[in-house]
């Protein structure tokens, strides 16, 4: 009998019809729609196999331990068995685990937010200390109720974890902070290695998605790393990310690259959305490997430093990749 750890599971739920594929770009067919009364699949693609081992629960117990909070549980990811049990590797998401926006595709709970953990930097810093990782990635919560919007926690965090290990690679995936670039700019005098901020959908699709999200604010963001990183001569990787089955089209994701590379974002990252709940965005569109390759190809030849597109790649997914270091000698 095969190890119950081992079994093939699918991820997510059942997706519903395709949107339309008149793209003007289209590569390969679209995997067919379940019909009424079928048990509704999975492309195989979007299959991983479960691989519990000694590793995962040494991860998992050490972030139940210390009491943090991780993207990749609360995000459900689908890679978290090769992140924690391969790599043993994990991306911390800090203040507090309730977010104060409502995007119609996040699985991260939103409601009344929590007091900030004034321990959470030290335990964050602590866990990437004994983990012993090369490369830390954190991550938050939205806090439009603070006044900073969280950007001092951020700091403190950065910190602590620079004092900890010093020779540990720091990416951090952060919020808007409103747009607030006094907030903005105390998280990047810090100096971190990588700076994402993602950009997640196509402008149509903001208000119906993230209501709260203005995708001019986005690339304002993305612009601003750009211009502190040419002002203070600090080598930092600019990186974001678009989730593809939302209900864009094709066309729509290259007006996006363009507009990114406009704001020089160097690494771009593209995956599959999967709904975490029924209640979530419904999948408008499974996007196949082939055309994952090919939007791949569209954003190298518009100057990305790196694409990282696939139907299971996540923000934070290989990030060590990322560092400035890694991309030059790509
Ligand atoms: S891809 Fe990122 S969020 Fe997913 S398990 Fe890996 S580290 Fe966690």
Excluded at 44 to 72: A, H, I
Excluded at 88 to 98: K, P, Y
Excluded at 221 to 237: A, F, G, P, S
Aim: aromatic content about 6%; some cysteine.
């Amino acid at each position: 009998m095969a190890d119950a750890a081992q079994q093939l599971v699918q991820i997510g739920r059942p997706g519903k019809k395709p949107a339309s594929s008149d793209s003007l770009v289209q590569v390969g067919e679209q995997y067919p729609v379940p019909k009424k009364g079928e048990r509704a699949r999975r492309p195989p693609w979007l299959r991983v196999k479960v691989r519990k081992n000694q590793t995962f629960d040494e991860v998992s117990s050490l972030v139940e331990g210390l009491k943090l909070n991780t993207v990749c549980e609360e995000a459900r990811c689908p890679n978290i068995w090769e992140c924690w049990g391969q790599h043993r590797t994990a991306t911390f998401m800090i203040l507090g685990g309730v977010c104060t926006r409502a995007c119609r595709y996040c699985s991260v709970t939103s409601a009344r937010p929590e007091l900030l953990d004034p321990h959470e930097p030290e335990n964050v810093a602590e866990a990437v200390e004994r983990m012993q990782l090369a490369h830390a990635v954190i991550t938050s919560v939205d806090r439009d109720d603070l006044p900073d919007y969280g950007a001092g926690h951020w700091v403190e965090t950065i910190e602590a974890i620079k004092r900890r290990s010093p020779d540990t690679k720091i990416e951090i995936l952060t919020p808007d902070y409103m747009g607030d670039w006094d907030q903005l700019k105390r998280v990047l005098d810090t100096h971190v290695d990588v700076f994402s901020h993602n950009t997640e959908t196509v402008p149509r699709l903001y208000r119906r998605l993230r209501s709260k999200g203005v995708y001019e604010t986005c690339l304002e963001l993305l612009d601003r790393l750009d211009k502190y990183r040419v002002e203070h001569q600090i080598q930092m990787t600019t990186k974001t990310g678009v989730i593809c089955g939302l209900g864009e089209e094709i066309p729509e994701i290259l007006e996006v690259m363009d507009d990114l590379r406009k704001v020089n974002v160097d690494v771009l990252t593209l995956g599959q959305y999967l709904n975490p709940t029924k209640k979530h965005h419904p999948i408008a569109r499974f996007y196949t490997p082939e055309e994952f390759e090919m939007l791949k190809e569209e954003g190298l030849k518009r100057g990305f430093k790196s694409v990282v597109s696939g139907p299971l790649v996540r923000s934070s997914y290989h990030a060590h990749e990322h560092v400035p270091q890694a991309l030059d000698n790509k």
